[in-house]
């Protein structure tokens, strides 16, 4: 106990949180000890409650942890048991909004630190058997050569100048708490502020089809590209045998290469005029990206609260990670303001999750 407290007070704990630690390892008391377990029931709910809390529909909680392949039932590290449905309501509430966890307590029934330990639990398990499709553009099996075609004639439908641009990549920064240690590492001179950073690429259905992260918030987009080797990962993918390929937009920070373009450098009163109408058209379909990153933090604000992200106290990789996959199978099941830019339908939910 005595080491959790001082990880709690190295992550910049407040008071009531570090009153909360001592309650349930000193006393062992619970907040909601006087509440006696109700079982769980999506239907004890209004279909506006079910959407405005877990962001799904109710029939579509339940076509979400099937395709997950959620099991029927979670048992966490500390042996809580609950039903996998229940388990996955309790991440996507505690996802939704920047809640404390003994106001969830109250809505579910459970210990705050049940709670804790179950969304941990839930948050992994999406991460570990689903966050290859983050991380590998081979993992989706959808995107191939007739996918890519159809991006590229969406961005060209759309005034895009490059006839063979299937998507975007950018950097996002996510700001966290001061951490204790390595400030100087995680503090963006460019943003003023403490925080991670990850790489993305977003397609005009608006799924991310891939993110690398998270990264120390002082890196550099150029460094980080180096390192994640994401161009060695696409040539197998959209490069083709009779010489077609398609290529990622980015800004100035990604350079210009075979299958990854950017904007012509320099002030538009320096540059051609046909660089300028590039320059100009790019950068408005560009826009698409900042549309995906607001998505995230629209339908699951809690990652999006920088005092919950403590990088001691909280894995804020892994729930940005979930976040990050819950989003794309929201778009999935209902589109995007992307999606609906550029024209373009989504894979169904059970065509992304493979």
Not at 6 to 28: K, R, S
Not at 128 to 151: D, K, P, S, V
Not at 212 to 241: C, M, Q, S, W
Request: one cysteine or more.
């Amino acid at each position: 106990m005595e080491e959790q407290l001082e990880i709690a007070i190295l992550a910049g704990a407040n008071d009531q949180e570090i009153e909360e630690l001592l309650l349930h390892n000193i006393i062992g008391v619970e907040e909601n000890n006087a509440i006696q377990p109700v079982e769980f029931n999506l239907n004890n709910m209004s279909d506006d409650e079910v959407k405005a809390n877990f962001r799904f529909q109710r029939e579509d909680i339940i076509r979400l942890r099937n395709a997950l392949r959620i099991p029927q039932r979670v048992i966490s590290n500390t042996r809580n048991n609950v039903d996998g449905t229940l388990a996955l309501c309790m991440l996507l509430r505690r996802l939704s909004y920047p809640n404390r966890l003994v106001d969830l307590a109250n809505f579910f029934n459970y210990s705050s630190q049940s709670l804790s330990h179950i969304i941990s639990t839930m948050a992994n398990f999406i991460v570990e058997n689903h966050g290859h499709l983050l991380e590998n553009l081979n993992a989706h099996q959808w995107l191939n050569r007739n996918r890519y075609q159809l991006y590229a004639q969406s961005i060209v439908n759309m005034g895009g100048a490059i006839q063979n641009c299937w998507g975007f990549i950018d950097g996002t920064v996510r700001p966290i708490c001061r951490p204790s240690n390595n400030q100087d590492e995680y503090y963006s001179g460019h943003k003023r502020l403490h925080c991670v950073k990850y790489q993305s690429v977003l397609t005009p259905d608006g799924l991310i089809v891939n993110l690398k992260g998270a990264f120390p918030g002082r890196r550099h987009d150029a460094g980080i590209f180096r390192e994640t080797n994401l161009y060695e990962e696409l040539e197998p993918n959209v490069l083709f045998p009779n010489g077609e390929h398609y290529v990622l937009y980015g800004d100035q920070a990604y350079g210009v290469r075979r299958l990854l373009l950017s904007p012509y450098p320099g002030q538009p009163a320096n540059l051609l005029p046909h660089q300028i109408v590039f320059n100009n058209t790019m950068k408005v379909l560009r826009v698409s990206v900042e549309w995906g990153f607001q998505k995230i933090i629209s339908q699951f604000a809690f990652v999006d609260f920088k005092k919950n992200q403590k990088l001691l106290l909280n894995d804020i990789e892994t729930f940005y990670k979930s976040a990050v996959i819950l989003t794309n199978c929201h778009t999935c099941l209902y589109g995007s303001q992307t999606a609906k830019y550029f024209n373009v339908m989504p894979p169904i939910l059970e065509e992304y999750i493979v």
